[in-house]
């Protein structure tokens, strides 16, 4: 049975730092962390390939985020530093059902339930 499990959101003023975490229960050849801001399409934030560790980031949040993998605890973090009022969205944990690397939403079958960031100025 797939499982993500996100947590760790919340809210927090600009400048400030979150941590957020995905509990996964299979394992995947890449994921990521997405976002969706009301009104607005679901963008991809950070991905990684989990053997080997490489990877990707949008330009949005370069220098800022930091997305990373415990293997022995199956979780997925995204360590998210200054943060900007317009970071705020609900920030979704996903996983690919294949063997590809890249940031297109449609690319990634099991998602997580989401959890909000709310940054506030």
């Known amino acids: 049975q797939v499982q993500l499990v996100e947590s760790g959101g919340g809210e927090v003023q600009a400048g400030g730092s979150l941590r957020l975490s995905c509990e996964y229960s299979n394992s995947y050849y890449c994921m990521g962390w997405f976002r969706q801001a009301p009104g607005k399409e679901r963008e991809g934030v950070a991905i990684?390939?989990?053997?080997?560790?490489?990877?990707y980031y949008a330009d949005s949040v370069k220098g800022r985020f930091t997305i990373s993998l415990d293997n022995a605890k199956n979780t997925l973090y995204l360590q998210m530093n200054s943060l900007k009022p317009e970071d705020t969205a609900m920030y979704y944990c996903a996983a690919t059902g294949g063997f590809w690397f890249n940031m297109a939403p449609v690319d990634f079958a099991y998602w997580g339930q989401g959890t909000q960031v709310t940054v506030s100025s």
């Open positions: 990684i390939r989990t053997r080997g560790g490489t990877t």
